[in-house]
């Protein structure tokens, strides 16, 4: 079905491990972005990209890496993973040249470090 | 920068009243979006508020966007169980690529 989705939906990790939560969307939007959840934060950008190969960081970047070397995937990984980055993750994306039309957001990924 | 502030963080409704959220954005912005979520899901866009004096109705939701004085509000009308949630409003950034700046959101319970 198209959409956007991402992957895993939960997850469990300990302190300093290595994670990557994936993002894969079917409509070939040109922008895509990663959003953490947290009580009291409302979504705050990690980071977004424009295209293929372009990134850039949003609101609270660090201890995140991003990549997107096809446009319908891009990828989050936390390198080290700390307690403080125990949040809700959401992927969305949206069309460069529709900006009438909104974000559209996936399910979310539930990760909890341990 | 672009900040954007939502009251009230919190709404108890009754069933049948009237209600409304105000959104405020501190700088210039050419859309203005909103968005629920319902506990655990993921995030359903409602509105998208493209010009000044838009607005916008949706069942007993209503989204209108004054860009003159940076707000937008959400009337509820007849409020019902079914719309409790939690509602963004969300603001594009002038410097664009498509970011959002969203408000920290208001949590609504319905009860009769």
């Known amino acids: 079905d198209a959409g956007i989705t991402q992957s895993p939906r939960y997850k469990i990790t300990e302190t300093g491990r290595q994670v990557t939560l994936m993002c894969h969307q079917t409509?070939?939007?040109?922008?895509m972005f990663w959003y953490r959840q947290d009580l009291g934060h409302g979504l705050r950008l990690i980071y977004y990209?424009?295209?293929?190969?372009?990134?850039d960081k949003g609101e609270v970047p660090d201890g995140y890496v991003v990549s997107r070397s096809k446009t319908e995937n891009f990828p989050l990984t936390l390198e080290s993973a700390t307690r403080s980055q125990t949040s809700v993750y959401f992927c969305?994306?949206?069309?460069?040249?529709?900006?009438?039309?909104?974000?559209?957001f996936g399910d979310g990924t539930r990760l909890s470090i341990l | 920068e672009l900040k954007v502030e939502q009251n009230p963080l919190f709404l108890s409704m009754q069933e049948g009243k009237n209600y409304t959220i105000y959104c405020n954005y501190s700088?210039?912005?050419?859309?203005l979006y909103w968005y629920r979520q319902d506990p655990g899901k993921s995030l359903e866009s409602l509105f998208v508020?493209?010009?000044?004096?838009a607005v916008k109705q949706e069942g007993r939701l209503m989204a209108s966007l004054d860009t003159k004085a940076r707000l937008s509000t959400l009337h509820i009308t007849a409020a019902v169980h079914d719309l409790s949630a939690t509602y963004f409003c969300?603001?594009?950034?002038?410097?664009?690529?498509?970011?959002?700046?969203f408000g920290a959101g208001t949590q609504v319970v319905v009860t009769p």
């Open positions: 969305a994306s949206s069309e460069k040249y529709r900006a009438y039309q909104p974000q559209h």
């Open positions: 409509w070939s939007h040109s922008y």
């Open positions: 990209s424009a295209a293929a190969d372009i990134t």
């Open positions: 700088t210039t912005s050419d859309r």
């Open positions: 508020l493209l010009s000044n004096g």
């Open positions: 969300a603001a594009l950034r002038a410097d664009s690529w498509g970011k959002l700046q």
